[in-house]
């Protein structure tokens, strides 16, 4: 069978499993929960890079794009407000489209054009007709240029080898007055804007270039020029926004990734897109690496706290094990001592051992001394007991001598009195006689066990009854009490002869009549009743000494009634106290718990 102390020691939580959870605990904080903070931040800072990556491309194939027609335009622009070109004439205009045309990367050909749509002249050498849109597109270009007052505008064609040229055109005034068009053309493939459609990276990345209607101008795949790209999540954003990336899911129901950035100079827009999946790759690959370098770091963390507890916890478990045979056997705890302990635990283990016989040796010596003790106290609390009887014997000795002393002499006097003289003597004799009754009953209450009766009761109807019960002038008495119910649970009996000393008090208290102040209130420590008075108070000296047998400051006063007070109230497991009263006066606080069990008090 085992003690139970051996089974409390059992039902604890092991310094070894304690040291185990804290080591883990201590690595789930630090590693687990840092260092996944750390890998989730390193994999959105990857994945950041990787959608920074894409629109920094974006941003660079529209960079590349806008300076290449930015100097187109500004070619164009300014070969129309050429003089040769004004006037109209021929032979000086094809002379000054020929060296523009030559001088720009973009431009393949010039044409010019009378307001009406006539064709006059074009650059040499001319472009190759299977290059060039139908007459119709150009009378059409040419129709919509004549709206601009200034500036450039853009057209885009299909070429019969289902290849994008482009049209720039611009006005031509002269005094104000439109005098002509002039036309560029730009056959794509024959520039770096086409290599565009060339531009792959990775296994799903590529790019195209769209015009401000969401029109393909560069794809990769040929069938989709110059058809509507606003399914596309980029194309849609490039109408109101400048730069971006975003995420969706294409009709294929693939998550794409896609980068887009505007070409100011042509309202145009490069999208850049690319798988999420293949995107985010570099980021998944390093998630996976470094949640498999923290659940090593955990596995570590662990078996290191493992080894450090059963090193660390081993040699207090053998310690233990010793204390508790010393427990259970009261056998010498003995410990080889040693000069150099290998470390705390036998440093721990030899204090012990030498704590353990000056214990042996302070309870041997405890024993005999309490034993010493123990005699004393028996011959003392007899010696105790005798002096307070005699005490008691002498006090109700001393009270009960006065008035019989009374009796004596005024019987003797009665012997040989008359008439009124006699009536005298004898109602001093009933009056002392009186009081030796008093006393004694207030001695046999005193001495008698208190039977408590506990129920509930109204304790404002008790404190009214108290007071018309209680003799007085009432005309210069008055009492402040609550009038509303207050209900609490006691010995209605009880209380009430607690209270009607209490009172009684407060009254005499004001010889010359007053106002006798009664509070009711409940509290955390139950119900409190407060008695106070406007009299002459009560020295210092005689605080303690109220709560002594037969002390009384009143001539006609047994000095029991506080002490009975005080008794009732410990058996209500309350308490009777006074405090002074400012400015003058003494308060009397009656306390007791809510709930009152009954029972006795000796």
Known sequence: MKSSSEKSISRFISLKTKITLLTVMLSVSTTAILGGYLVYQSYQSLRVQA????????????????????????????????????????QEAQGEMNLVCYATELIDGFFLYTPDGHFLIQSQPPVPRKDLPPHSFFVKNVEKTRELHSGVLVDEYKTSANQVGILISAPIFRSGQLVGVLVGVAFLPSHNIENLENAHFGKTGYAFLVNQQGLAVVHPNKDRILTSMMENAAVRLLQTEKEGVVQFTNNKNEEVLAAFARIESASWGVVVRQKAKECYQPATDMLQLMIVFLLVVLAASIFAALALSRNVVQPILNLVNQVRLYETSRVDFEYPLSVNPKDEVEVLTQSLSRMAKKISQQTQSRERAHQQTLLAERKLSESERLATIGQFSAGLAHEINNPLTVILGSARMARTAKGFKLENWLNAIDQEAKRCQRLVKDLLAFARPIELRVKKFDLAFVVRECWFQIPKDQGRFQINCPVKPFVVTADPDRIKQVLVNVIQNAIEAMPGGGVVDVRLSRGKKGVQVSVGDTGTGVRK??????????????????????????????????????????????????????????GAVH
């Open 51 to 90: 959608e920074q990556s894409q629109l920094t491309l974006a941003k660079t194939l529209a960079w590349q794009i806008d300076e290449s027609l930015t100097r187109a335009f500004q070619s164009l622009e300014a070969l129309s407000k050429r003089q040769q070109v004004i006037k109209m004439d021929s």
């Open 541 to 598: 000296k005689n605080m303690i000494q109220l709560f002594r047998p037969f002390f009384t400051t009143k001539s006609a006063g047994t000095g029991l009634g506080l002490v009975i007070a005080r008794t009732i109230l410990q058996a209500h497991r309350g308490r009777l106290r006074l405090e002074p009263r400012k400015p003058r006066g003494v308060w009397i606080r009656i306390e007791w718990p809510q709930s009152s069990k009954s």
